[in-house]
């Protein structure tokens, strides 16, 4: 059974940094496209940035809002995705969810990340 | 970078009615098209990929069409538990942007 168990999410101030984890079981994790997906309170769907697999570069792009200061990285011996966030912006406020590949069709159950004074 | 704009924004239909809700880019793309449905208090749910193919166990009332810049999620026949919000995604290259949803609702 696939599983996406994200962690690592909390209240942070403004200008600060966290790193959020998705630990992912059930599938051959170094062959999967790897994406992070964000939601804030009450709002639409964002896609927030992708990570190849390594066999396909490994490459990693991201959404303009997040650019610069979001970084996806993968740990293929630990079956593990990261998304290190820093320069935190209220607007970064949101649930994280860890999903496999370009379009989803398996989601973790999300994160809520609150950035706030 | 390619906007999707979803339209309408809401939706008020009856039961059995059928449904047809747009997505549209401001410039033209190959199929790589997803539509989701996303429940109150749920994580989204995969519902079409490529433009037309149906998640396998998604309800066969639901069908997507289009190519280029103009795509459609149709519900034959709606149903009571087909309230939700439904979301476009653009896949071919990134940035993989998510249309801004569409509430449906029941009358």
């Known amino acids: 059974e696939v599983q996406l168990v994200e962690s690592g999410g909390g209240l942070v101030k403004p200008g600060g940094s966290l790193r959020l984890t998705c630990a992912a079981s059930g599938f051959t994790f170094s062959d999967a496209w790897m994406s992070w997906v964000r939601q804030a309170p009450g709002k639409g769907l964002e896609w927030v940035g992708r990570i190849k697999s390594k066999t396909d570069g490994g490459t990693t792009d991201y959404a303009a809002p997040v650019k610069g200061r979001f970084s996806i990285s993968r740990d293929d011996s630990k079956n593990t995705l990261y998304l290190q966030m820093n320069s935190l912006k209220t607007e970064d406020t949101a649930v994280y969810y860890c999903a496999i590949g370009d379009y989803v069709n398996y989601w973790g159950r999300g994160t809520l990340v609150s950035v706030s004074s | 970078d390619i906007q999707m704009t979803q339209s309408p924004s809401s939706l008020s239909a009856s039961v059995g009615d059928r449904v047809t809700i747009t997505c549209r880019a401001s410039q033209g793309f190959s199929n790589y098209l997803a539509w989701y449905q996303q429940k109150p208090g749920k994580v989204p749910k995969l519902l079409i990929y490529?433009?037309?193919t149906l998640q396998s166990g998604v309800p066969s009332r639901f069908s997507g069409s289009g190519s280029g810049t103009d795509f459609t999620l149709t519900i034959s026949s709606l149903q009571p538990e087909d309230v939700a919000t439904y979301y476009c995604q653009k896949y071919d290259s990134a940035p993989y942007t998510f249309g801004q949803g569409t509430k449906l609702e029941i009358k």
């Open positions: 490529a433009a037309s």
